[in-house]
């Protein structure tokens, strides 16, 4: 079964701290995954994904085949960094199976 | 960049009656699909809304309930029918443009209550 799990529903960190957002998946095939984030009042939007493998707001995410986790990373959390964070892998016919999401809280 | 919206953004409404959803993008998209997120879970795809065809339902999700329509390129709406409060939550469209390798870009959402 396609499944993709967040182990974490909320992760609490201080400013300046490292972050690590975990994501698994399950998937028979070659996956292909993204990561999601929501900010408050904002609409759901891509953030990255592993093909692209760059860096965006300072976040990446390496796609581990072995441990089949693409876990999303962060050397130092930013007040703004404080956002709804979804991992997501492509099935077939474009169809999008999301995590459950982690709320990332980063404190002063 | 492409502008998705949907209306309407919010509303309440009682058991048994019918919302329909639209979604408009301003400009040509290949692929849209509908997404229902219950109050503190993750997103769960209701449908993939096919252009001049019926839309392609995922299981537990089935035309009656949610009849979906895409008469163009570019509009669809998503029905929720004899609604329940089991149907309270927040439905969103997605959009996929051709070239973009599936990225999908989402609609603002429309958050409903039924009482």
């Known amino acids: 079964a396609q499944r993709v799990t967040q182990p974490e529903k909320l992760l609490s960190v201080f400013k300046g701290a490292p972050v690590e957002l975990k994501c698994n998946y399950s998937?028979?095939?070659?996956?292909?995954l993204f990561w999601y984030v929501q900010y408050s009042r904002q609409r759901l939007q891509l953030l990255l994904r592993h093909i692209s493998r760059e860096s965006i707001k300072g976040f990446t995410a390496d796609l581990n085949k072995g441990e089949t986790s693409f876990h999303l990373k962060k050397p130092f959390a930013q007040e703004e960094d404080s956002a709804m964070y979804y991992c997501?892998?492509?099935?077939?016919?474009?169809?999008?199976?999301f995590g459950q999401g982690t709320e990332l809280s980063v404190k002063p | 960049s492409a502008v998705i919206s949907q209306k309407p953004s919010r509303d309440i409404c009682q058991r048994g009656t019918s919302l329909t959803i639209q979604c408009q993008v301003d400009?040509?998209?290949?692929?849209m699909f509908w997404y229902r997120q219950q109050p503190g879970q993750s997103l769960t795809l209701i449908a993939t809304?096919?252009?001049?065809?019926?839309?392609?339902?995922e299981s537990g999700f089935v035309i009656d309930k949610f009849p979906i329509s895409r008469p163009n390129l570019t509009f669809s709406t998503l029905t929720v029918s004899n609604m329940s409060p089991e149907d309270s939550s927040i439905y969103l469209c997605?959009?996929?443009?051709?070239?973009?390798?599936?990225?999908?870009?989402f609609g603002p959402g429309t958050r409903l209550t039924v009482l």
């Open positions: 997501a892998l492509l099935s077939w016919g474009g169809k999008l199976i």
């Open positions: 400009s040509q998209v290949t692929m």
């Open positions: 997605s959009v996929e443009f051709q070239g973009t390798y599936n990225e999908q870009f």
């Open positions: 998937y028979s095939g070659s996956p292909e």
């Open positions: 809304a096919n252009q001049g065809s019926e839309a392609t339902y």
